[in-house]
């Protein structure tokens, strides 16, 4: 199988190695938009794409030892079907030949160095992905949706306070047809541009923006909670402690809000988390605040552990905020953890701290105790009001 990136130029703009993979494929496989860049050849066989894509793997498998040549925008390893393929078929059998990407060409477009930039994809993917990116200063280069996806995006900038920011969408690159728009977010006034478009951003925060710290413990107020929230101080040391690694899931046990989760999420785009929570309420908040922080792809249960916890997928770090009046939480969690995963549990009342001791004593780990207090208003003065203290307990599963 081969997989050849072509862009807006089409044939013409193809290698000479491109020309002969299409050429000598008995089937040629893309969209119709691809399909229709190539002349059609006697005896080959075509293939468009049927909705949803993935109804043609097996049709594409089933030709195994065949020549098969597969039409892709681009770069077809960058947010493209050379990805997913490479993952059903033998890297023996598989010939990729790229074309500039979308990013590249943005990038050339606007003179910027490429490494120097975010890129991403919100096509068939959710937009908020986009605001863990927003930093002062920062470039990123955003595959869209359709043609609606500047207008939202524009949107969303300027309600995150990044109005300024100088926004351009580029239609149709390498082609024809190409064209690009610019203006800033908050001036931004086009409803609707070329489907084909990539979104070049280049982040200008007004005063007062919301740009995420690339450290765990963002403020309390800035989650929907109802108080019943890991606080920001402790809540910087237990994701310290659960040290997040890139690609790992995690199981957040009486969610909440839903915090632990989402600053594991904002560690590493990679990464998972599972946020099981029982209160209906609270159940509610998780994921808007998953989606108000940019990672909406955090997973909610609804259920009360250990019962909630069948069925999932071993986590590589778990954490209890809740439900440690039950013992069996914590067996049913350290028994489903991964070798070489980490359990932090976190305490604030008297009988959940003795459990902590005795599953210290059983397990081993480390047992630590934080107080932390906060200036307040007393009187016409300024004293220092206690937190309750929490105790924490850490135990890393062998291997």
């Given at each position: ?30 969209g ?65 030949v790229?074309?500039?990407s ?63 920011s ?10 024809p047809?190409?064209?690009?728009i ?10 609707r ?31 929907e909670?109802?108080?019943q ?95 440690l ?17 980490r359990?932090?549990?976190n ?13 210290h ?39």
């Open positions: 199988m081969s997989i050849v990136g072509i862009g807006e130029d089409g044939w013409d703009g193809l290698s000479p190695a491109a020309h002969a993979l299409v050429e000598g494929a008995e089937l040629l496989a893309g119709a938009r691809h399909l229709a860049l190539v002349p059609e050849l006697s005896g080959q066989e075509r293939l468009p794409w049927p909705s949803p894509l993935s109804d043609a793997y097996p049709a594409l498998l089933a030709r195994r030892g065949q020549r098969v040549c597969v039409l892709a925008s681009g770069d077809p390893s960058w947010y493209g079907i050379g990805a997913t393929l490479s993952k059903l078929v033998p890297v023996e059998e598989l010939s990729i790229p074309a500039p979308s990013f590249s060409l943005a990038a050339a477009r606007l003179g910027w160095p490429l490494q120097d930039c975010g890129a991403l994809t919100v096509h068939g993917r959710p937009l908020e992905l986009v605001i863990p990116r927003l930093q002062p200063g920062a470039r990123l280069l955003i595959l869209s949706w359709d043609g609606t996806t500047p207008a939202k995006l524009a949107a969303l900038l300027t309600a995150r306070g990044f109005g300024p100088r926004l351009t969408a580029l239609e149709s690159m390498g082609g047809r190409e064209r690009r610019v203006a800033t977010a908050q001036e931004w006034s086009a409803e541009v070329a489907d084909l478009n990539t979104l070049a951003v280049e982040c200008v925060a007004a005063p007062g923006a919301r740009a995420l710290p690339r450290t765990p413990g963002l403020p309390d107020d800035w989650f909670h109802d108080g929230i890991t606080k920001r101080e402790i809540r910087a040391v237990t994701l310290s402690w659960l040290a997040p690694r890139r690609g790992e899931l995690l199981w957040d046990i009486g969610a909440g809000s839903g915090s632990i989760g989402v600053e594991w999420m904002l560690s590493d785009p990679t990464n998972r988390a599972i946020a099981v929570e029982h209160k209906a309420d609270r159940a509610a908040r998780i994921p808007a605040n998953a989606a108000a922080f940019g990672v909406p792809g955090l997973e909610l249960v609804r259920g009360k552990a250990p019962d909630a916890l069948d069925g999932l997928p071993a986590p590589d770090a778990v954490f209890i905020g809740g439900g009046t039950n013992d069996g939480v914590l067996d049913a969690c350290w028994s489903a953890l991964k070798p070489g995963g359990i932090v549990a305490a604030v009342t008297l009988e959940s701290e003795a459990l902590l001791i005795a599953t004593k059983r397990l081993g780990g480390q047992l630590s105790q934080i107080a932390v207090s906060r200036a307040a208003p007393i009187g016409g003065f300024t004293g220092w009001r206690p937190l309750m203290p929490v105790t924490l307990w850490l135990a890393e599963k062998p291997l």
